[in-house]
């Protein structure tokens, strides 16, 4: 029971993470897109950025295949410490680097230990378990 409640409540603050920064990019992305530009990242990505925080948030939130949203996840911060913040020398810079590389490693790890779940585990997440 305890265990079942670490889990879901850990996957589900995680997920809550993406879920909010995918939403704050739909509400005002202008900030994002400048952001992009500056990089020389194409921002007729940033659909494909919202899309994934929030479909790979809300799926690791109700244990929706889980190891694949875990770990396209887990890439995705990988590549954004790459591409946005490896301005080692600027300390907030080096703060996000390895903000997000640790990110990275937890979603990895949780995608390495997870099951891949499937609609059974959205009833479950939604429903609690079948008697």
Not at 5 to 15: F, P, W
Not at 34 to 45: C, D, G, N, R, S
Not at 86 to 103: I, M, N, S
């Amino acid at each position: 029971m305890l265990e079942s409640l670490l889990v879901y409540g850990g996957r589900g603050l995680l997920a809550l993470l993406f879920i909010l920064a995918g939403l704050a990019k739909i509400l005002g992305p202008k900030p994002f897109l400048v952001h992009m530009a500056e990089f020389k990242v194409p921002v007729a990505l940033l659909p494909a950025v919202i899309a994934l925080e929030i479909g790979a948030g809300l799926a690791l939130m109700f244990g929706f295949q889980v190891r694949y949203a875990a770990g396209a996840l887990g890439v995705f911060c990988a590549l954004t410490a790459l591409i946005f913040h490896h301005q080692l020398g600027t300390r907030p810079e080096r703060t996000l680097f390895f903000k997000d590389l640790a990110l990275s490693g937890a979603l990895i790890a949780l995608a390495a230990m997870a099951d891949t779940g499937g609609a059974a585990a959205v009833a479950q997440a939604l429903l609690g378990p079948t008697p």
